[in-house]
């Protein structure tokens, strides 16, 4: 194929008296270009184990987003020689294929990055030293090996798993088309508040009247705040300093913790929110009711209300959407923290959907309920096997639909009761029980439905009554318009069938910004854009908008 170039891998082991050859190589030919220059690579010898498997990039020549490249290997195979050993951390690197440099390297790290790393984990170095994603456009090779805790120092390090790749082309905005390019006729996007630093999720005000004065909504910024938007728009500081630790950090990567999911008691009020806090230098879970004594413009008191203690996360797979279905009840979503095996396991809160009484307790009526061997996380469990389920929505008939971020792949699905969703770090336990799987993934990150009887319909046309609305943020920290993601789709539902998602509409900026939050407020859909609609290199400068999107036609 033309311009097309052809990967060719060699390896040569040579093994004299049992020791280790260091013959290895990789060769990369195209036509009419000179071979890439041979790296040497160490090869394991027959006891050890061998080369690791990259599991994303799925497949050689997958195309992925410069910005935001997901890296992800098979876990450490056993040795062959059936010795126990410990993955002690692992070397990933990124080479361009033309001119062959390497322009990422991340040395050696642990904990999830031991099979799963962001281009936050590593640095840029040699042309790509003042970069902060891949070059559009362009092939590259991801490079992996693993180091065991094996006492002969050189024998420590596995051979080289490789994945040849593509990065997706830069798209140009739509000229005239506005910052945000309406798909569907009778829409437009208005600006509603701005000022805010990494806006996630945002939850309506029960039963605001339009009262200029009064809470009209909240939303929960990652770094540590709950910001609150009156009724006539204005702006201000609900909670403050709800971190412990210092949340910076890169993007993607270790930069993505802190607060995340928020929901208002109807009852009271209080405003419930999914906080990260820091113990030992690692991060732990919690959900956490406020309190005000002014009507809800500013929090007075805070308390813990569900603590998770012994269940580690990390940035990305956190704790994060909150919804109070219409039992009364908490959903709380849990990813995985990047480690599978979690999501299967009734034992551990993460991976899951969970379900709490509003005072913090186990309902005695989940699917796991026992209060005879004392209160434990099981007993919370609604549903399990999710990998990253950040966000979800109640329909009128009182069903509960997720959407949860994969690997190369992400799903739609109804949350049932029990119901093992079967994630175990392998891409075909994503595909059932699902409704819908985005392929390649576009990154849901929330579900909100237009009912009538809730805000009347929020201003949309009858038609739109019971339908989905889904934010897909893509590679977030990309710029520009882009096909996988930055923007609001719609599904509409056959029976328990949903058909396929018609953009709404979606980014058509030259900078970062994308949908993250998305609520149905009283006129229309309000939506966050977690990072400002600039090409800046600082994510959490506090100049990120919420939006609505309007309904202007007559039906």
């Known amino acids: ?18 020791g280790i050859g260091y013959l290895s190589f990789r060769q990369a030919y195209s036509s009419g270009a000179p071979a890439q220059p041979a790296r040497p690579v160490r090869t394991l010898g027959a006891a050890l184990p061998g080369a690791p498997a990259v599991t994303e990039p799925r497949a050689d020549g997958h195309l992925v987003s410069g910005a935001d490249v997901h890296m992800e290997s098979a876990p450490m195979p056993t040795r062959k020689d059936g010795k126990k050993v410990k993955h002690v951390c ?39 030293a003042a970069r902060r994603d891949l070059a559009p456009d362009r092939e590259y090779d991801l490079r992996v090996r693993y180091r065991d805790d094996t006492k002969d120092k050189a024998k420590r390090w596995s051979p080289w798993g490789y994945r040849a790749f593509r990065t997706l082309p830069q798209r140009a905005p739509l000229a005239g088309a506005g910052t945000w390019h309406v798909r569907q006729d009778g829409y437009r996007v208005e600006e509603v508040a701005g000022g805010f630093q990494l806006p996630v999720h945002l939850a309506m005000a029960p039963g605001h009247t339009g009262d200029p004065a009064q809470p009209m909504f909240y939303v929960t910024e990652l770094y540590g705040q709950i910001k609150v938007v009156r009724g006539d728009l204005s702006t201000g500081v609900y909670a403050k300093n709800l971190l412990n630790f210092d949340p910076r950090g890169t993007f993607p990567g270790t930069g993505e913790k802190g607060v995340t999911g928020i929901v208002v008691d109807p009852a009271s009020g209080d405003v419930l929110a999914s906080v990260l806090y820091e113990r030992g230098g690692v991060h732990y879970p919690k ?3 406020f309190s005000s004594k002014d009507g809800g413009l500013t929090a007075a008191k805070q308390t813990t209300l569900l603590d998770m203690p012994n269940e580690p996360q990390s940035a990305a797979h956190q704790i994060s959407q909150l919804t109070i279905g219409p039992d009364g009840k908490l959903y709380v979503h849990m990813g995985d923290a990047m480690l599978a095996y979690t999501a299967k396991d009734l034992n551990s809160f993460r991976g899951k959907i969970l379900r709490v009484n509003l005072d913090g307790s186990a309902p005695a009526d989940n699917p796991f309920y026992d209060a005879e061997d004392g209160i434990t996380a099981r007993d919370y469990v609604y549903a399990s096997g999710f990998r990253n389920p950040f966000g979800g929505a109640w329909r009128a008939d009182g069903s509960y639909y997720q959407v949860e971020n994969g690997t190369a792949i992400d799903r739609l699905s109804r949350v049932d009761k029990g119901v093992d969703y079967g994630w175990d770090g392998t891409r075909d336990s994503m595909l059932k029980p699902k409704l819908y799987i985005w392929s390649p993934s576009t990154a849901p990150t929330s579900i909100a439905f237009v009912d009538p009887d809730v805000h009347h319909g929020s201003g949309f046309p009858k038609s739109k009554y019971g339908h989905m609305f889904v934010a897909e943020s893509g590679p977030t920290f990309a710029s520009g318009p882009q096909d996988n993601g930055k923007r609001i789709v719609e599904f509409t539902f056959d029976g328990n069938k949903v058909g396929k998602p018609k953009t709404l509409l979606e980014y058509n900026g030259t900078g970062k910004a994308s949908v993250v939050g998305l609520a149905a407020g009283p006129d229309g859909l309000y939506f966050t854009a977690l990072y400002p609609d600039s090409d800046t290199t600082s994510p959490d400068t506090p100049a990120a908008k919420v939006y609505r999107l309007r309904y202007t036609s007559a039906e």
């Open 90 to 128: 692992t070397e990933w690197e990124l080479w361009s294929v033309e001119p062959a440099e390497r322009v990422w390297h991340s040395p050696c790290v642990d904990g999830p990055q031991l099979v799963h790393a962001h281009l936050g984990d590593g640095e840029f170095e040699n042309s790509f």
């Open 1 to 18: 194929m033309k311009n097309r170039r052809f990967l060719i891998t060699a390896t040569v082991v040579a093994v004299v008296l049992g």
């Open 287 to 289: 959900v956490v009711r």
